[in-house]
């Protein structure tokens, strides 16, 4: 190797994807070789203390689908990516050493998993490696908000309207050139299987509300039928609180949530949409829901662990339960409520499940059953397509009691079944499920 040349690894983590991607832009034009890394890590698959796997089947398969992707994306710029399984730490590691790295970029993480592989990796390797990290995650990026992250906002509303007034949204990153073949990595990796993973292979449930695939592709089409051929996006406002079929709501978080779609993909094409169609009440919202999600990272990048602590960010304290036999009719859906249990069943049979479930089974976990809300959290983490550790457990908090909603409130269950489900089809649909 000649003393001019550098060689970056680029570390996939939740930005799976090589559109809008700065890390990834970095290496490729700063970098004479450059090679992909993506570990999945032993850790996702470990088994709770209350007796289901940290990752279930619906996810591992969306990843494993989304990883495919990456891997011929990248090919087209004549990038390998290393695929592994073991510890991040470990493996990376390795091909650090084994390739005499010079730089490595990645997207910057800051919850404790995550902080401390990295914290690790810096110990072994600084400052003979250079490390390059990037907040690619948000919409709104911390350099660009009107405030510092220690006074943000409590309360979504007064974060948004200072967004709005005070910053515009970067445009994408532009696209990565390719690389020359000759520089590439002469090695092939295969992402493992369903099976290799250790999960039985299933079927998807012909009634899902999510019947799509992982990836940045599926991600695309996504965003092409619910924008340019169907138009539902101007009526998203209208249905978002729907609870049946893949149109009632966009349906794009769990591209967002593993990265294999950027918040500004998304916030740009919804504005050309505006432009050349239609702008309305509906479009807008879409953009507040962006904003949400941003709004909970910033959560929990001000808090850090606090969002995983039983009194919450606000350290109010309740009288919780973990009574494991209770806890288990609330997951297997056999409460006394059959809109909650229809939802959980919901969420058991296809990995999703509608905002207005979500709001509702956890309200009543931690409301009415007075459950520890982290069990409720846990259990959504392990089986949620669109899991994302920040609007997770920001939402789960919020609904709790320990969050950021200032009016403290709980949902009446039945009250919600007849306003949103007022004929019972989506009650039946799931209960009668529970058979099969």
Same mark, same amino acid.
């Given at each position: 190797m000649r003393n001019t040349e550098k060689i970056g690894i680029v570390w996939?983590?939740?930005?799976?994807?090589? !559109?809008d991607h700065h890390a990834l832009l970095a290496a490729t034009a700063t970098c004479s070789q450059v090679v992909a890394f993506y570990c999945l890590d032993d850790t996702l698959f470990a088994p709770t203390p209350w007796g289901f796997k940290k990752t279930k089947e619906f996810r591992v398969q969306f990843l494993v689908e989304t990883l495919r992707q990456l891997q011929q994306d990248l090919d087209q710029l004549n990038i390998t990516l290393i695929i592994e399984t073991g510890t991040p730490v470990t493996r990376l590691s390795h091909w650090i050493t084994t390739l005499s790295c010079t730089d490595l970029f990645f997207q910057k993480e800051w919850t404790p998993e995550? !902080?401390?592989?990295?914290n690790q990796l810096g110990l072994k390797f600084k400052p003979t490696v250079k490390f390059h990290s990037y907040y690619d995650q948000f919409l709104v990026p911390p350099d660009d908000l009107p405030f510092k992250v220690e006074a943000l906002p409590k309360v979504f509303s007064e974060f948004r309207k200072a967004i709005e007034k005070f910053t515009a949204v970067r445009p994408c990153q532009p696209f990565s050139?390719?690389?020359? *073949?000759?520089?590439r990595l002469d090695l092939s990796f295969s992402v493992p299987s369903l099976e290799a993973l250790g999960f039985s292979l299933f079927t998807q449930h012909s009634q899902s509300a999510f019947p799509f695939k992982g990836g940045?592709?599926?991600a695309l089409e996504r965003i092409h039928s619910y924008f340019w051929e169907t138009r539902k996006v101007s009526y998203y406002k209208k $249905?978002?609180?729907?609870?049946?079929? *893949?149109?009632?709501?966009?349906?794009?978080?769990?591209?967002l949530a593993n990265g294999s779609l950027s918040a500004r993909q998304l916030y740009w094409d919804l504005k050309r949409y505006e432009t050349e169609v239609e702008k309305n009440e509906s479009t807008y919202w879409l953009v507040f829901e962006l904003y949400w999600r941003d709004f909970f990272k910033y959560v929990s990048l001000k808090h850090g662990n606090s969002i995983f602590k039983l009194e919450g960010i606000l350290g109010?304290?309740?009288?919780?339960? !973990?009574?494991?036999n209770e806890f288990q009719r609330w997951c297997m859906g056999q409460t006394s409520e059959p809109f909650v249990n229809a939802s959980m069943i919901e969420l058991n049979k296809t990995g999703w499940?509608?905002?207005?479930?979500?709001?509702? $089974?956890?309200?009543?976990?931690?409301?009415?059953?007075?459950?520890?809300?982290?069990?409720?959290?846990?259990?959504?983490?392990?089986?949620?397509?669109d899991y994302d550790v920040h609007s997770n457990y920001g939402n789960w908090m919020y609904v709790a009691g320990v969050g950021n909603d200032p009016r403290d409130r709980v949902f009446n269950v039945r009250l919600q079944a007849e306003r949103y489900d007022p004929h019972?089809?989506?009650q039946r649909m799931w209960n009668q499920n529970q058979l099969f």
């Open positions: 996939f983590r939740n930005d799976l994807r090589v !559109t995550e !902080t401390e592989v990295e050139n390719p690389k020359p *073949k000759e520089n940045s592709k599926a $249905t978002r609180n729907g609870l049946i079929g *893949k149109e009632y709501s966009s349906k794009f978080s769990p591209w109010k304290k309740y009288e919780w339960k !973990t009574d494991v499940m509608s905002n207005r479930g979500r709001q509702n $089974t956890a309200s009543y976990l931690a409301r009415n059953m007075k459950i520890d809300w982290r069990m409720g959290a846990a259990y959504f983490e392990s089986l949620l397509l019972g089809k989506f």
